[in-house]
Structure formats: structure tokens, C-alpha cells
């Protein structure tokens, strides 16, 4: 099982719709979780950080997190082509401090 | 304020040559980190320094892979007797510590292309 899973997708959503990006993850002890979007060609840009189960909310994008499910989601309203991207869940591990990240969702958002 | 820098930005080499790349990380963060991302994959986790502290080499994939970093300032990550598999792009990021709420802000990327 890999420590932090992703559906490669591609994801396809109509302009203006919402998209949802999951991820699951296997150590129960992770504390806390980031998103970060990866456009082609370029490195990774951290969107949202959430620590605590419930939503966070910022703009746009709103970040779910359930700890008793190792389930972290992001959730991205009124879709715009720019957000078409690569989006990367990424799981802080606190035993070995460091971060590990899923191998990412291809978001497109079509016109 | 000024981000992680990193450089070159691309650098192509032949097989068997040792190559340097650079990561200058964001003033004040104790903490840096490298990763590797091949072609269509995710990032991989090389190394990470935080502070004067030992750093964690639990990532690196073989004894040609080494790094070091001055106190809290810019890291450097060679590659010896550089190899076809060695390409990809090569990820400085920086936090301001190590703790988990700490988030990590990554540079541009080093494109490294042995040939």
C-alpha cells in the first residue's frame, strides 16, 4: 500500500463546476496535510495546509480533512481553465519529519 | 520577500561526470529540503537539514548522491559519475522549521539531462 494515494486521473470538469480532488493516506499518526498544484513544466506551489478534521476554507478551494477515515480532500469551486493543473496531496510524517506526497491528480477544466 | 532560488535551471551532462547543483533557501528557514521528481512521477524525498543537526539521508538512492549545507544558508547537492537514471528535476524546498506545521515553499527546479 503506498503511503499516500492519489487517482492520476485525468479529471475533467466543465468551466464554472466544482472539482474534487481525494486523497488517502496510511500512517494513522500523520498530523498534518498539504496541497500543492503543479503546473506543467513548473515546480510545486503550496495551496492549502490543514491540521484539524473539519473543512478549511480559503477563496475558492476548500480543503476536507477526517482523520478516522485517512481521507484528505480538495475541493475546488467555480472551476476556471487555469486551475488545470497537477494537483499534489502531501502528508507530513511526523516520525521521520519529512513530507510525502501522492504522485498528484491531472485536473482539466474544459471550456 | 525573495524565494527558494536554485541553480542552473538546466544542465546537461554526459554519463560519468559529477554535477553540482545549487538551492538557496528563503532567509530565516532553519529547515531544507531536496527531492527528485522523474518525468511523470511524483517527488521524491532526498535529503533534509535543519539547523546545525544531522541531516537525513534516509532518501538518497546511492552513495553518489551526497549533500551539504552551511549553517542556514545555501545547500549544495552533487552527483558523482552522473547516470542515464540520474535525470530528472532535481526540488529545493524550505520551511521554517522542522515541525509539522511548518510549510515548505519550493524553487524553480534544476532540469538535470545525462546523456
Known amino acids: 500500500q503506498k503511503e499516500v494515494e492519489q487517482n492520476s486521473g485525468p479529471l475533467s470538469v466543465p468551466e464554472g463546476a466544482i472539482a474534487s480532488l481525494n486523497c488517502t493516506y496510511s500512517?494513522?499518526?500523520?498530523?498534518?496535510f498539504f496541497w500543492y498544484r503543479q503546473y506543467s513544466g513548473k515546480s510545486p506551489e503550496l495551496i492549502m495546509s490543514?491540521?484539524?478534521?473539519g473543512d478549511k476554507e480559503d477563496g475558492r478551494f476548500t480543503a476536507q480533512l477526517n482523520k478516522a477515515s485517512q481521507y484528505v480532500s480538495l475541493l475546488i469551486r467555480d472551476s476556471q481553465p487555469s486551475d488545470s493543473a497537477t494537483y499534489l496531496c502531501a502528508v507530513f510524517t511526523g516520525t521521520a519529519s519529512k513530507l510525502t506526497f501522492g504522485t498528484g491528480t491531472r485536473l482539466q477544466v474544459t471550456l | 520577500g525573495a524565494g527558494v532560488s536554485q541553480s542552473p535551471s538546466n544542465k546537461v551532462t554526459e554519463k560519468g561526470k559529477d554535477v553540482e547543483l545549487r538551492c538557496d533557501p528563503i532567509?530565516?528557514?532553519?529547515?531544507l529540503y531536496w527531492y527528485r521528481q522523474r518525468l511523470g512521477q511524483g517527488l521524491e524525498f532526498l535529503i533534509y537539514?535543519?539547523?546545525?543537526?544531522?541531516?537525513?539521508k534516509s532518501g538518497l538512492p546511492s552513495d553518489r548522491f551526497s549533500a551539504e549545507r552551511t549553517g542556514e544558508s545555501v545547500s549544495t547537492l552533487t552527483i558523482q559519475r552522473t547516470q542515464q537514471e540520474d535525470s530528472a528535476v532535481y526540488l529545493c524546498?524550505?520551511?521554517?522549521?522542522?515541525?509539522?506545521?511548518?510549510?515548505?515553499?519550493f524553487g524553480p527546479g534544476t532540469r538535470l539531462t545525462v546523456t
Open positions: 532567509s530565516g528557514h532553519t529547515a
Open positions: 524546498a524550505s520551511s521554517l522549521g522542522l515541525a509539522d506545521t511548518y510549510e515548505q515553499y
Open positions: 537539514f535543519q539547523g546545525n543537526s544531522a541531516p537525513d
Open positions: 500512517d494513522r499518526g500523520s498530523q498534518s
Open positions: 490543514i491540521y484539524s478534521n
